[in-house]
Nanobody, 128 residues
Framework: QVQLVESGGGSVQTGGSLRLSCLAS????????LAWFRRTPGKERREGVA????????SYGETVEGRFTITRDNAKNTLYLEMESLKPEDSAMYYC?????????????????????WGQGTQVTISS
């Protein structure tokens, strides 16, 4: 079983940047798909933000495409999310997750449920 710990959240102004990190307690190479999700207050479900598979192929949600970049460093057992041109609507609790399944961002509940391992989250707040 792997434990995931996110860090790097904080408060920045609109247009600013942040880099989130997700450190795994064991090798991340064994997990085909690593992803970032977020949940905003008032929304019941976590939204897929970005995903990266074991071959380095990436996928992004429509609202962050072109602004966010997901990378993984298997040697450091760490997943990253570089966030640029941040907007107030990007404010949320961000979670990293690991899965052995399908690795393309969708808004389906079934895709969400393929992720067996989750971190506790790191808060991102963007002020206008």
């Amino acid at each position: 079983q792997v434990q995931l710990v996110e860090s790097g959240g904080g408060s920045v102004q609109t247009g600013g940047s942040l880099r989130l990190s997700c450190l795994a307690s064991t090798s991340i190479a064994r997990h085909h798909c690593l992803a970032w999700f977020r949940r905003t207050p008032g929304k019941e479900r976590r939204e897929g933000v970005a995903a990266i598979d074991s071959d380095g192929r990436t996928s992004y949600g429509e609202t962050v495409e072109g602004r966010f970049t997901i990378t993984r460093d298997n040697a450091k057992n760490t997943l990253y999310l570089e966030m640029e041109s941040l907007k107030p609507e990007d404010s949320a609790m961000y979670y990293c997750a690991a899965s052995s399944g399908y690795c393309s961002v969708t808004d389906s509940v079934s895709w969400l449920h393929t992720f067996a391992y989750w971190g506790q989250g790191t808060q991102v707040t963007i002020s206008s």
